[in-house]
């Protein structure tokens, strides 16, 4: 899953109309752009490393194994050229994509899961394009304990009920999964996922010095719950 953002911000002016993100579509091994900014300019690029074993069962098995898809995932990263990089889903983060990353001239911040998984978030930034200036990593599993138990928002009945009402009630594929996950009306159950997230300012290097904030996460989802 990849999603590319370039973003050209004009400076700061008395005009109150909004800048917002440019999205453009990613061809060839380079990112490029049909405008020339007038302000400054950084690339990112979201990408999740997904799950070999569940998500590629049509692909050939040899294709899968760690070793070929690991040199292949570093090229893909490296080929984007990105100013960062935010990734999902990443495992393998000390004993692999650190020290690859930072030969291509990338620091690095990492937060791996809670719990017994693997996997984490990592976000990327490129030496000569930013400096770190303050970063914060979330744990969401401690914001779960700020809800006083049993006690839910108006708003968040209201939507669960909705939900529940939209329901089909006779379709198999709806049926409960053998895998018994609590209680979904329970944001005890519902939110505490093990998902994490990472917040993090920088300086870009550039004359305008502006400070920008990027932030990276992966939720857990569930289709039976949405």
């Excluded at 999740?48 to 893909?76: D, G």
């Excluded at 960062?84 to 690859?100: I, R, T």
């Excluded at 809670?114 to 394009?129: Q, V």
């Excluded at 304990?145 to 009630?169: A, F, H, N, T, V």
């Amino acid at each position: 899953m990849l999603f590319v953002a370039e973003f050209g911000l004009r400076k700061m002016s008395s005009t109150p109309t909004p800048k917002h993100p440019k999205f453009i579509s990613v061809e060839g091994s380079y990112i490029y752009s049909r405008s020339k900014p007038d302000g400054f300019r950084f690339s990112l690029v979201s990408y999740t490393i997904l799950a070999q074993s569940s998500l590629f069962p049509h692909s050939p098995p040899p294709s899968l194994k760690w070793k070929a898809r690991s040199n292949a995932i570093l090229a893909v990263l490296k080929n984007f050229g990105a100013d960062f990089l935010c990734l999902q889903e990443v495992d393998e983060y000390d004993s692999f994509y650190k020290e690859n990353m930072e030969n291509f001239g990338y620091s690095s911040i990492y937060m791996k899961r809670s719990g017994k998984k693997r996997d984490g978030c990592g976000l990327l930034y490129k030496h000569d394009c930013a400096e770190l200036v303050f970063e914060e990593r979330i744990e969401y599993n401690d914001l779960v304990k700020s809800i006083p138990d049993g006690k839910l928002d108006d708003e968040y009945k209201d939507d669960l009920s909705d939900k529940q009402d939209l329901e089909p009630k006779n379709d198999s594929a709806f049926k409960k999964a053998p895998e018994d996950r609590g209680d979904p009306n329970d944001p005890h159950v519902r939110l505490k996922r093990d998902c994490v997230g990472i917040l993090a300012a920088f300086t870009l290097k550039d004359p305008s010095h502006h400070v920008i904030i990027v932030a990276n996460t992966h939720l857990y989802w569930n289709p039976e719950w949405t």
